[in-house]
């Protein structure tokens, strides 16, 4: 599967994430995915997109082919501990059930279902993993401020996990994160083109896919972790929590 099958695949599942920052102005600020089971939708995303959330003043949104839709709905997030900031939240997660007149005007929107999530945090090593996202430098210039459209490109690369010196230098363990090796001069904009990447922020919050093996013959494309931190100098990796390391009962 190379670069452009897999933007052709997965890229209708990422959806860009937009604040508003007045009442005909908007800024993209993260990447996530809708979860489907049943009649509920959630989004998924870094809890740390969710803090550009402020009430009534700085709504979020999804666009849609249909026009942007609000996002509202009871929420699910990982804790900042008394005295500390979002950056030490290790977890950094965030689980919208959304209403259901979200649900509704979010028809023909693409969904993750739970059979393409894996949570068993099993994983041939030889196999790669992708990432897709919105980064918001590119993203906040497509934005035509005259007719009010939004047109963010997304970008993406094919990577392989990171050493265990990348895990230490990030403070973490292999148990509830997934550390991703990250080569700036590597990532692929949806036309196909490679490209050096732009500033990451804006992918928090993306779904991180692995290829699992199933059986001897067959190899699926999976969500294993979610996206929350990126470095591109001194340790030039992108940082995951894993689905296996969240409680199975949010999703």
């Given amino acids: ?40 939708i959630k989004l998924i995303t870094a809890a740390h997109v969710l803090d550009h959330h402020d009430g009534e003043f700085s709504p979020l949104f999804i666009p849609t082919e249909n026009g942007t839709v609000r996002i509202k709905g009871a929420c699910y997030s990982s804790v900042v501990a008394d005295g500390s900031t979002r950056k030490a939240d290790k977890i950094d997660i965030a689980v919208i059930t959304l209403d259901q007149d979200i649900c509704e005007r979010l028809c023909g929107v693409s969904c993750l279902t739970p059979e393409m999530l894996d949570v068993t945090n099993i994983h041939d090593s030889a196999l790669p993993y992708f990432v897709m996202g919105y980064p918001v430098k590119k993203s906040n210039t497509s934005i035509d401020k005259e007719i009010k459209v939004l047109e963010p490109e997304l970008y993406g690369f094919l990577t392989v996990e990171a050493d265990c010196e990348a895990y230490e230098k990030m403070s973490v363990v292999r148990d509830s994160h997934l550390a991703l090796s990250f080569d700036k001069k590597k990532v692929f904009s949806s036309s196909g083109v490679q490209r050096t990447a732009p ?14 093996r199933k059986s001897e013959t067959e190899v699926k494309a999976m969500v294993v972790a979610i996206l929350i931190e990126h470095h591109q100098r001194a340790i030039k990796a992108v940082l995951g929590t894993r689905l296996s390391g969240i409680p199975k009962a949010i999703f």
């Avoid at 500033?199 to 699992?212: C, E, F, H, K, Y």
């Fill in 1 to 40: 599967m190379n670069e452009q099958e897999i933007f052709d695949t997965y890229s209708r599942f990422i959806h860009p994430i937009v604040r508003a920052t007045g009442p005909d102005s908007g800024e993209f600020v993260g990447s996530g995915f809708l979860l489907k089971s049943d009649e509920t």
């Fill in 199 to 212: 500033d990451l922020n804006g992918l928090s919050g993306s779904p991180v896919w692995g290829l699992v």
